[in-house]
Nanobody, 124 residues
């Protein structure tokens, strides 16, 4: 099982960029598809982006201003959202899925391990 720890986020002005990181330990990180989800108060987990051996997928809400990346040698994944908007405010989670199948990548229940979450952009 993979263990994940997110960091980053916090105070971000509207229009600026949000940068989050996820560090993995445990089972081989490269075996995992890595997804980012977010959860706003009172709402369900929302898919943001995923990266696997086949490429990257983004939610429509962030497409064009979001970049997901990973460095398997460092067991890390990153999420960057540019032009942050108030609706981007949420707790952000990274998750690992021991499958490279892109089908179902947007479904939280398909993931095998989760980080504890990190607060996304909060306007000062």
């Amino acid at each position: 099982q993979v263990q994940l720890v997110e960091s980053g986020g916090g105070l971000v002005q509207a229009g600026d960029s949000l940068q989050l990181s996820c560090v993995a330990s445990g089972r081989s990180f490269s075996d995992y598809q890595v997804g980012w989800f977010r959860q706003a108060p009172g709402k369900e987990h929302e898919f943001v982006a995923v990266i696997n051996r086949g490429g990257r997928l983004y939610a429509d809400s962030v497409k064009g201003r979001c970049t997901i990346s990973r460095d398997n040698a460092k067991n890390t994944a990153h999420l960057r959202i540019d032009s942050v908007q108030p609706e981007d405010t949420a707790v952000y989670f990274c998750a690992g899925r021991l499958s490279q199948d892109p089908l179902g990548a947007h479904e939280p229940d398909n993931y095998d391990g989760w980080g504890q979450g990190t607060q996304g952009p909060v306007s000062p």
